[in-house]
Each structure stands twice: as C-alpha cells, then as structure tokens.
C-alpha cells in the first residue's frame, strides 16, 4: 500500500490525519487502462463479467494474470471489484436464500435482537456464524453455494492458500436506516486508543489479513440501500484513526458511491476501505446479501467456526457429487470453505511434521478421505485423534 505520509513514522496518531492529502487521495480517477479485463468502470469502480474472468482464467498463466490484476484492484486502485454473475445459477443462491430464511426465522422465534456492529441492534435481520450454520441443515445447498469459482479465485488472490471463509447474513428490512461509516477487521473493530497502540507498519499489514465480500441474494436497486463505498480510501495510511473524525465523516456521507447489483452479484473489497450498509428506501424489497469474510491462514477470523462439524454434514455430500463426475477443483473448492486449511498451532510433541515442515491440516485429512473414499465414521475418528493431537 503506498504511503500517504511524508517521511516514515513508527506510530499514527490523529494528528497524523491531514483532510487534504485524503481528499488528493480519493478524488483520484479510476485508470480503466488499469484494469483491462474489466467491461467497465463505473463511479470509479471496475466491473467484470464473470463469464469472461472464468475464460480469462482456464489456463495457469491467465489465471494468475487475471489475479493479478484484482490484486492491484484491490491494493493500489479503488479497492473495490463488482464480480457480475458470479453466481451464475441463481437457483443456487436461492437455495442458499432459502436456509438463511429459516434461520432467520428460527432465529426470531427464540426472541433477542440481534446486535450489528455499526447499526442500531433490530435494525436488520442478522445470522452470525451463517457459514456452519448452513453447512449443517443443508449441506447440499452449502457445497453448491461454496464451491463457486469466483470466490476461490479473489480469495487465493488477495490472501493465498488455506484461506479461512466465514459468513454473516445481513437483511435490511424496507426503511432500515443507514451504516455508519467504517473501515473492518481487524484494526477497525478497535477503539481510537487501542487502534494508535499499533505501529504504523501493522496499519499497513491489517488489510491484507482479510478480505470482504458480498453476494446479492435479491436484485438491489440504489434505492435499496446497497453498500456506500468512497473508492480509494483503502489507500489513506492513517485511516483506522480517520474513519471516525467528523470532517472525514462528513466528506464521506457527501461523496460516496454506490452500485446496484443483480441476484448474483458479487462486491470484493479491501477492508480498509471506508464503507457502510445504505439505507433501504424501499417499501418492498429486503435487501439480503451474504456477507463474505475471508481470512488469511496466518490471521485470526473473527467467528469461531466449528468445522468438524460442518465436515461431517459435507463429507458425504463431497463422496456423492465425486461418484456422479464432480470436478476435483469443484470438490477441493468445497473442502477449502469447510475445512481448517493451516495446520498451526498446533502440540508439536504430539503433531509432528509429516513429510515436510508441517503436520497435515484438517483440510489435508478430508481431501485424503474424499481421494480414498473413507467412510463418514474413519473421517470422523481422524479428525478427533487429530484435534487431540493439536490440543495436546
């Protein structure tokens, strides 16, 4: 990420936030020389059709060419990607539609608001920990869902190997209000003081722990509320300690953009973009997406996610789409949203490195027991003999 600073400081203050080199900054223009693989840029933010990334990106070389160009995206351009129909069979998402509903109202029926990080609890329809939620009553749904293409390939892009997806499902009812503006996890979801305790190269490393992601489960016209975003803001050094000061504030609440998205759709961005949920000025759309989170094997996700069990609801999901001709990078694309793909930390007494300078992961363990079809009950003994060894 290029500095904004003049010379190099070793920790950020707010007095460091100077309005005028973050104004420069976010009222560059998008290059759409920058980015030729997109069919457009509109309001500053690169569109691509997902049909054409998929053909871009049939071969290893422009695979990575295709990756490499959303990586600088999502680093050094407006830090945002509007994915168009990266879920091409909307029949998926709307089986995925279909089980977030019945949490919902599963949900409701047990009474408790729930909270929202940066708008009044009760405002919107939330389902914390929704990926091993669905992973568990509809497992079926859940391996359609995230054995997605598109997902893996900006995944593996921005954050590498064994990355960690969880979900959050966010459904903003007609006249739910607005987001405050922020930037997210995980010095977002930090005070002032605690966030200025970090040294400004943390600041820098935050963003490229964790990538945000939204897939449009309804059509969302603007006037629905679809996400405020302010393109390039991602790129302002100090802006963990900006976000919150009532002139940056301001300037956002009058110069952010916002995109209407298809049933679909997806919106891939850098977390330290300053961004928030917009208010649903509708009377009768619900405006529900999916709200991505993927981590890096070497940060911390937010949920805690219990992936034995969504292991177990899978597995023999995995076992049968294998029998009926499923690709091996559809199956290894379901492994990796369900299971631990890192093998650390881990009780090295007790796990110790196998052919290498690691033990297997949990991801390892499933995929060999998809490739060797094992039974449910011989998966299921491995991965317990193997969170032993990990907890010593």
Not at 61 to 85: H, N, T, Y
Not at 224 to 231: D, F, V
Request: hydrophobic content about 40%.
């Amino acid at each position: 990420m290029s500095p904004t600073l003049e010379g190099s400081r070793m920790w950020l203050t707010e007095e460091d936030c100077d309005f005028h080199a973050f104004r420069s900054l976010v009222e560059q223009r998008t290059d759409p020389g920058d980015h030729p693989s997109a069919e457009a840029v509109e309001r500053n933010v690169p569109l691509y059709d997902s049909g054409r990334l998929r053909a871009l990106a049939d071969t290893p070389e422009g695979r990575r060419a295709v990756q490499a160009e959303l990586v600088r995206a999502l680093l050094d351009g407006p830090g945002i990607v509007v994915l168009k129909g990266a879920f091409p069979d909307v029949a998926v998402v709307d089986r995925a539609s279909e089980a977030f509903n019945a949490l919902i109202e599963e949900e409701r029926a047990t009474g408790g608001a729930r909270g929202d990080h940066f708008a009044k609890p009760g405002a919107n329809d939330r389902v914390w920990n929704a990926l091993d939620k669905v992973a568990v009553r509809a497992p079926e749904a859940f391996a359609d869902y995230y054995a997605n293409d598109m997902l893996a390939l900006i995944s593996e892009a921005w954050l590498g190997p064994a990355y960690q997806v969880t979900s959050q499902v966010n459904v903003v009812n007609p006249g739910g209000a607005a987001q405050s503006v922020h930037r997210d996890y995980h010095l977002g979801f930090l005070t002032q003081e605690r966030a200025a305790a970090y040294p400004a190269h943390v600041h820098r490393l935050s963003p490229v722990l964790t990538l945000q992601g939204a897939v449009a489960h309804c059509d969302m016209p603007v006037e629905s509320g679809p996400t405020m975003y302010l393109p390039h803001s991602q790129k302002y050094e100090p802006g963990y300690l900006a976000w919150r000061l009532p002139r940056f504030v301001e300037y956002f609440e009058s110069h952010y953009i916002q995109l209407p998205l298809e049933k679909g759709d997806a919106a891939f961005f850098n977390p330290a973009l300053f961004h928030a949920a917009g208010h649903n000025r509708t009377a009768d759309i619900k405006r529900m997406a999916n709200l991505l989170q993927v981590s890096s094997a070497f940060g911390r996700a937010m949920e805690t996610v219990d992936r034995e069990a969504m292991v177990g609801a899978v597995f023999p999901v995995l076992l049968r789409r294998k029998a009926e001709g499923a690709s091996e990078d559809w199956l290894r694309r379901v492994v990796a949203a369900t299971a631990e793909g890192y093998p650390f930390p881990t009780q090295l007494d007790l796990d110790p490195p196998v052919d290498g300078l690691a033990p297997p992961s949990q991801a390892d363990t499933v995929w060999r027991a998809v490739s060797e079809g094992w039974t449910s009950e011989r998966l299921r003994e491995e991965l317990r003999a193997g969170a032993e060894r990990r907890q010593g």
